[in-house]
């Protein structure tokens, strides 16, 4: 567990993800953009759904950080959110499981505490990932048990900071604080905003739409052609 | 053919390429990837060999820039560099045909200026892309009859700026001296670049490798973290 940790130190983890309806989506895809990761250098790979994890694993033989995204009724939680959705992602092979770790009650009324139990009697080799979004949260994470937590979801809850760019106070004081390795992600666009992760300490980073989705990177690009194209229509 | 342009100005188009033995290489993939650019708000797509263009054509229904990178032992030429090259883009339906407009001798020393009659006379329609090097190139494309020029070779022949950033100084001195529009192509990583290109007059900007080429995405990524890495080691 600890080497899968020492492993993955300074480099960067590349996401791949798409949803239901997205031009992406679909193992072969999420396989095929992972292994243009790996071919670029990548760690590691997070991944969504364990059909995706079992095929990204199997095309790149990379070490994955595997988060299960479903919606509940009763719940706002959507990493990872049942003790069910974390097993099948043990199952698939993730060498990390990743999940929501925020103060949010859970479906079913389910406990984080007894999904972490569970998991690490099962899966006693799992290296456990916390997606918070306050710094309080990853305090709780730490007490909770986990191996490493990551600034995940900051900003997408709603009590947490809301911001454009990635959380680098709440970094930094987790950094601080903790025992356990922090993990940078979230809202990190650019090559800087990585670097800064890094030098303030971050384990890893994590990149996600600044490489695998294509249909955000050509938005930036549009929305301001499109501003141009009014401003200049006006004029 | 005006039409054609009109549509297009003020517009980005991205350029969805992938080569044999890369991750993502395939018609499959690429029809899926001008999905994604088209999802994102792109204008038309630039796509390489006949079976990605009428990929590309059928999924997405964008106008499509065709081009078809070919090596030739007796030429340095590789965009769309034949006769026979060109007419299997326009046979694949492409709108807008882009070829090498530069100086360099083509292939069986066939003429530029054959090609754009013979081209011509068989597909009216079509629009002529002049890919060029150099400001004289440019010159020499609106001469020979081409409807728009592209600023893509900059940087790519020996005799041309050599930059990494994409060369404003020669499309500006393209877009007040030609009659035709220009298209700003080569090098453009980021939404201020695309902007300057637009502010000076580029009639479209063609996006690539920032969009559709993630494991040179990832590369960014991982370059500046392993020089971080380097440092920590040797401090």
Redesign the interface.
């Known amino acids: 567990m600890m080497a899968m940790l020492q492993q993955l130190k300074?480099?960067?983890v590349?996401s791949c993800q798409a949803y239901e309806g997205?031009?992406?989506f679909g193992s072969v895809?999420m396989a095929?953009?992972a292994?243009?990761?790996?071919?670029?250098?990548?760690a590691g790979i997070r991944a969504n759904s364990p059909a995706d994890i079992r095929a990204i694993r199997q095309q790149t033989g990379l070490p994955v950080i595997g988060i299960w995204k479903r919606e509940y009724a009763d719940s706002e939680v959507y990493i990872s959110p049942t003790l069910q959705d974390v097993l099948a992602i043990c199952e698939a092979g993730a060498e990390i499981v990743a999940m929501d770790a925020t103060s949010r009650p859970r479906p079913n009324q389910e406990r984080l505490t007894d999904i972490v139990a569970v998991v690490r009697s099962r899966y006693p080799k799992i290296v456990l990932m916390a997606d918070i979004s306050t710094y309080e949260e990853g305090l709780e994470a730490e007490r909770l048990g986990f191996d490493i937590v990551a600034t995940t979801l900051s900003g997408y809850t709603p009590y947490s900071r809301q911001q454009e760019g990635p959380d680098y106070e709440m970094l930094k004081k987790l950094i601080v604080h903790l025992g356990v390795p922090v993990a940078a992600e979230g809202k990190i666009q650019h090559?800087d905003e990585?670097?800064r992760c890094?030098?303030l300490g971050a384990h890893m980073?994590i990149?996600g739409s600044?490489?695998?989705?294509?249909?955000?990177?050509?938005?930036?690009?549009?929305?301001?052609?499109?501003q141009?194209?009014r401003c200049?229509l006006e004029a």
């Open positions: 300074g480099q960067i590349v997205e031009a992406l895809m095929a953009m292994q243009a990761a790996k071919d670029g250098g990548a090559v990585a670097n890094f030098a980073v990149i600044a490489i695998t989705r294509p249909q955000l990177l050509t938005r930036s690009f549009v929305t301001a052609a499109e141009r194209n200049n």
